[in-house]
């Protein structure tokens, strides 16, 4: 962690990323503060930038998204042609891309892919994914089970 939190302050943010939704009263308790400079310490790390932010995690199989499939993209070319800030625009239009991560290795970006089933997922690849500019090959995973 950052040189300038000190123990409390990580044990904030432990409590905050295992659940966000902690009231002051009950991460207080938590992290032995009384209520009052638990609630300062929290918005000083808000305001510093080390929570950026609170979100709901939900259940993608309850939501008919429980297909998850892990993509390789290699883009045909990476160097002076503006590919890669072409890629990022466009791919941020897909709805099912859940995540996506430039890499350094032998392939240029990772996506994290939500659909309902594999038969979507293929509707997907072919229809929106192969089809943003400068791919030059894919290669697809289909999760089996989330372990962590």
Not at 26 to 32: P, Q
Not at 35 to 64: F, H, Q, W
Not at 98 to 122: K, N, P, Q, W
Request: contains cysteine; hydrophobic residues 40%.
């Amino acid at each position: 962690m950052h040189g300038d939190l000190d123990r409390i302050d990580q044990k904030i943010l432990s409590e905050l990323e295992g659940n966000g939704r902690l009231s002051i009263v009950d991460l207080a308790a938590r992290v032995n503060l009384t209520n009052t400079p638990c609630s300062e310490r929290v918005k000083r790390l808000e305001r510093s930038g080390y929570i950026s932010g609170y979100r709901a995690t939900l259940n993608m199989d309850k939501l008919g998204l429980g297909h998850l499939t892990i993509v390789q993209v290699s883009l045909a070319a990476t160097a002076g042609d503006n590919s890669l800030d072409a890629f990022n625009r466009v791919v941020k239009d897909i709805p099912e891309i859940e995540c996506c991560l430039m890499v350094a290795g032998s392939f240029d970006y990772l996506l994290t892919v939500r659909t309902r089933d594999i038969s979507h997922f293929r509707e997907v690849l072919g229809d929106k994914i192969n089809k943003l500019p400068g791919i030059h090959q894919t290669n697809s995973f289909a999760v089996m089970e989330t372990v962590l």
